[in-house]
């Protein structure tokens, strides 16, 4: 298939004796494990041709732990905080996915004002996830106060989950059957304050960073995805609906208590550049902020006093059998396939993750051919990766 970079044969020069000592080929260069533009321990192998893109490599494995060997060796609840230090910026999102597989086999029922406070949490683990990404997304193209706004708002979310679990970012709070720990009234109004102030706050960046002339020409029709490519690789997220198409499994599936609440699903308009860009992919997560208020207002709204615990053995031991559960993390869909041979054991025989970012990653070779190097470091940010969930 012919790419982006092939400008078809190159001219035959004149021979002579000096032009038949020159070479021409690809420079190769190595863009991590170490480099701030990859997000984590990434190395993607570049070729060259000058400034242009011919060829990218991505190189993975740098922080492989093993993670799916060794849930078959601890008991389910031992296994959550392993699934915590999947995506390290959403370990509320991953906790979740892996408790609601344990769940549905175990048949657990979870009391309303736990599902409630699970997806409070998780909306504010979004909001958090997001403003990551904003950041250091604005750190990547040159822009380096908007990440310091990002950080002041992204600190009180986690001081408010460092409250409630004694963690700031790999949390073990959603339990199989609930969650280990109440909110207490103080703490809701001050996740209540806090919307509204984030509110604005959206508002500001959207000024400060969103129409920002640099940032727009930086971003706008530059490494574009369309659906078919979405489809194709199985992006999701964020990146499936920069794509323009409208898929949110909150929305089109859902579960807990998503169903009984009101929000938009964003996707990319070409409000700037072309849909399926990284201005596209970008807008989406800035978007989903506000909604993500939105839910958590409702959410308040609807909290009442209650049991925040089901009714779970001391000693979980699933039937035989397999599920596979998937849910709607800030950085697309994340799928727990979780397979019990019964015979009383309280391991499970197989756990294997479906994670987004590894299928992001894996757009990248289909991104980068004629692109600028630079285009390329905006392209990678666009996507939103994190290397504890693509290498497990």
Same mark, same amino acid.
Request: negative net charge; aromatic residues 10%.
């Given at each position: 298939?012919?790419?982006?970079? #092939? ?67 601890? #008991? ?13 910026? /959403?370990?509320?999102? $991953? ?10 086999? *175990? ?11 699970? @997806? ?18 604005? *750190? ?16 009180? @979310? ?30 809701? /109004? ?58 949110? *499994? ?16 964003? !996707? ?17 997560? $800035? ?11 409702? !959410? ?14 001391? @000693? ?50 289909? $991104? ?17 990766? !994190? ?6």
């Amino acid at each position: 298939m012919q790419s982006k970079w #092939d400008i078809g044969e190159p001219e035959k020069p004149t021979i002579n004796s000096e032009t038949e000592q020159l070479k021409s080929e690809l420079l190769t260069l190595n863009m991590g494990p170490q480099h701030p533009a990859t997000h984590g321990v990434l190395r993607v192998e570049i070729w060259t041709d000058s400034e242009i893109v011919a060829h990218a490599i991505p190189h993975l494995g740098y922080l492989h732990r093993c993670m799916e060997k060794h849930a078959e060796n601890l #008991d389910y609840r031992g296994i959550i905080p392993f699934v915590d230090r999947l995506d390290y910026l /959403a370990s509320m999102s $991953m906790e979740w996915g892996y408790v609601m597989a344990v769940e549905k086999m *175990l048949g657990t029922e979870v009391p309303r004002r736990a599902e409630l406070l699970r @997806i409070l949490t998780a909306e504010l683990q979004r909001i958090a996830s997001h403003l990551m990404a904003f950041g250091t997304y604005a *750190l990547d193209l040159g822009a380096f106060t908007p990440f310091l706004y990002a950080f002041e708002e992204r600190e009180k @979310i986690l001081r408010l989950f460092e409250e409630v679990s004694g963690a700031r970012l790999l949390y073990n709070y959603i339990w199989i059957g609930g969650v280990w720990n109440d909110w207490t009234d103080d703490q809701i /109004a001050r996740v209540s304050s806090f919307v509204d102030v984030m509110e604005q706050e959206a508002k500001k960046y959207h000024e400060l960073v969103s129409l920002n002339k640099i940032f727009v020409e930086r971003t706008s029709n530059v490494g574009v995805l369309t659906v078919e490519d979405c489809f194709t690789y199985g992006a999701t997220g964020p990146v499936l609906r920069g794509s323009g198409y409208k898929w949110d *499994l909150r929305k089109n599936k859902p579960y807990s208590l998503y169903s009984e609440l009101e929000f938009d699903v964003p !996707v990319g308009d070409g409000e700037r550049g072309v849909v399926g860009d990284c201005w596209n992919r970008y807008i989406v997560r $800035m978007r989903e902020v506000v909604e993500s208020i939105k839910i958590i207002r409702q !959410v308040i709204d609807k909290l009442e006093p209650g049991p925040v615990m089901g009714k779970v053995p001391k @000693i979980i031991k699933l039937p035989k059998g397999e599920v596979y559960v998937r849910s709607e993390a800030p950085r697309g869909e994340i799928g727990f396939h979780l397979v019990s041979e019964g015979n009383d054991s309280k391991t499970p025989y197989r756990l294997k993750v479906k994670s987004p970012c590894f299928t992001h990653t894996s757009m990248l070779p289909h $991104m980068a051919p004629g692109q600028m190097v630079a285009d390329f470091v905006a392209s990678i940010g666009s996507i939103d990766i !994190v290397l504890g969930e693509v290498d497990r």
